[in-house]
């Protein structure tokens, strides 16, 4: 792997939201092996601490770590302090949270809560961050959607909408970016087998680790708008959005998110 380029494209420093668990820590790995320091955010400092040291003695990379809670406006500035003086490179907006069961049982600070962490943050985040970015004419910003967001799902109605969201948001600063030099791309994982994360019971066709997602993401910077982890899944993408009816796109992935969150 030639750390240079990609350091020189994104670095010196990259800030990952969501960065001490699951996919968030695999880009923080990932990035870090390709010689970029990183500024990790999340709630918890015990899992940002332990993902914080082990980066530093794996990989010989600078990390600051911020615990803050992105879901409230005190923790995205928060994180903008702690970033005033490092040139942050890479932006990945990977913070979630999956609200799932049905749209009517779920109570109302539940899905405002995801709709401030998966869209407000990581919009705020993004225009925080790219202008600098313009500047320099150089840099990337990935954000982390599912295939949840490529239509509807029943049983994971907020979720899903949110996921859209970045998908419309990433397609939006892909076009406004390309010739500025910075990359924005959208990766849309389908299931992920993340330690904390959205677990399946049963482990779906395709099911890709984290490392294979932060490896897409970070191999798709440049390369165009949207990044779809693992063959299984862009076949599987393929056929949703192209082949099938929509109502029967929805029908298919409700289903098989039930089954994989039961
Ligand atoms: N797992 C899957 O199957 C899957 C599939 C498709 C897409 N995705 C997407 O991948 C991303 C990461 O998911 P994951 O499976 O890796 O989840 P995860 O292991 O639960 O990691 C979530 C990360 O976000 C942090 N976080 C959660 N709420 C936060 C908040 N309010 N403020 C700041 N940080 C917060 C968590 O740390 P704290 O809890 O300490 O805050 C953790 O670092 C999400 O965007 C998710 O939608 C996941």
């Not at 993902?51 to 409230?72: F, I, K, Q």
């Not at 779920?106 to 407000?120: M, T």
């Not at 949110?162 to 990433?170: C, D, E, N, R, V």
């Not at 939006?172 to 993340?194: D, N, P, Q």
Request: with cysteine.
């Amino acid at each position: 792997m030639s750390r240079a380029p990609f350091a020189g494209s994104y670095g010196p420093w990259a800030l990952v939201a969501g960065g001490s668990t699951g996919i968030g820590a695999a880009f923080a790995d990932e990035i870090a092996r390709r010689g970029v320091n990183l500024v990790l955010a999340a709630r918890r400092s015990g899992p940002l601490e332990r993902t914080a040291a082990r980066l530093r003695a794996d990989r010989a990379v600078e990390v600051v770590t911020v615990p803050a809670d992105l879901a409230d406006p005190a923790g995205l500035d928060a994180v903008l302090q702690a970033t005033a003086d490092l040139p942050v490179g890479l932006l990945v907006a990977n913070a979630a949270v999956i609200p799932t069961g049905p749209f009517l049982a779920a109570a109302e600070d539940e899905i405002a809560s995801a709709i401030d962490l998966n869209c407000r943050s990581s919009t705020l985040l993004a225009r925080r961050y790219l202008p600098a970015m313009a500047e320099r004419g150089r840099g990337g910003v990935i954000f982390v959607s599912s295939l949840a967001g490529m239509q509807g799902v029943p049983g994971l109605a907020a979720y899903s909408a949110t996921k859209s969201y970045l998908i419309t948001l990433g397609e939006s600063l892909w076009a406004e970016m390309r010739g500025r030099g910075v990359h924005v791309v959208t990766v849309c994982a389908g299931a992920v087998s993340s330690p904390d994360g959205p677990q399946a019971a049963r482990p779906a066709p395709g099911t890709s680790t984290p490392a294979e997602v932060a490896r897409a993401g970070l191999a798709g910077l440049g390369r165009g708008f949207r990044v779809v982890p693992g063959g299984v899944n862009r076949v599987g993408a393929v056929a949703l959005q192209r082949l099938a009816p929509r109502r029967a796109a929805i029908a298919l992935v409700g289903r098989a998110s039930a089954g994989s969150l039961e």
